[in-house]
């Protein structure tokens, strides 16, 4: 299985390093090229307004829709899944994203930069430990399409519960970076719950 990590902006060696410790050989993205040989993409955190303006720029961003569109395997960590969402609030004018997720997600939601924070939360794959999850500048999902599964929630600053992580078909998103805490479980649900049967199943090229 070919997985890729979209290479524009953000913590890209992170989540290769997450997927090498996962038994995984990933590649860098930048062109099209590269993009057309992978089986599942990572879009990693950031700025996602910069990744959405370089994917453009190098002309990945319809690319990427199409491929989604057909069925690729994609995780977006904090600002992917911004970019993976179908609707988003707080938007600077003009935001694009590659879409696919039926859910509406709040940029920034738990504040800004110092309000930073780490938590250990529930995670929907089916293990009884709590995953330790970082938040930085972090998003959260204010709404829900009727398929989409919520993973993890937390509570936010409103006192509200919010989702963090949900998945929608072969579509995964969290708000926070599992990348950057050396725990490998969210990486190897998105591989083995999401990514390898997608493969298996075949045609999503």
């Known amino acids: 299985m070919k997985v890729g990590v979209l290479a524009l902006q953000g913590d890209v060696r992170e989540h290769v390093s997450s997927l090498i410790a996962c038994g995984v050989n990933p590649s860098?993205?930048?062109?099209i090229e590269?993009?057309?040989?992978i089986d599942a993409l990572i879009i990693?955190?950031?700025e996602s307004t910069t990744i959405a303006q370089l994917a453009e720029h190098y002309e990945l961003l319809l690319p990427i829709r199409a491929r989604i569109n057909k069925g690729m395997p994609v995780y977006g960590s904090c600002a992917g899944m911004i970019l993976l969402a179908d609707r988003v609030l707080d938007a600077v004018d003009g935001q694009k994203t590659f879409g696919g997720l039926d859910i509406t997600v709040r940029r920034n939601a738990f504040g800004r930069q110092v309000d930073s924070f780490e938590s250990d939360i529930e995670f929907g794959d089916g293990g009884s430990e709590k995953v330790h999850a970082v938040f930085i500048r972090a998003p959260w999902v204010e709404e829900i399409g009727k398929d989409i599964k919520i993973l993890a929630s937390v509570i936010g600053p409103d006192a509200k519960s919010h989702p963090v992580a949900v998945r929608g078909g072969n579509l995964?998103?969290?708000?926070?970076?599992?990348?950057?805490t050396g725990d490998h479980r969210v990486h190897r649900y998105f591989i083995?719950?999401?990514?390898?049967?997608?493969?298996?199943r075949g045609g999503l090229r």
């Open 172 to 180: 995964f998103a969290t708000s926070f970076h599992p990348e950057l």
């Open 192 to 200: 083995e719950e999401i990514a390898r049967p997608a493969l298996v």
């Open 34 to 37: 590269e993009l057309e040989a």
């Open 28 to 31: 860098a993205i930048r062109r």
């Open 44 to 46: 990693p955190g950031g």
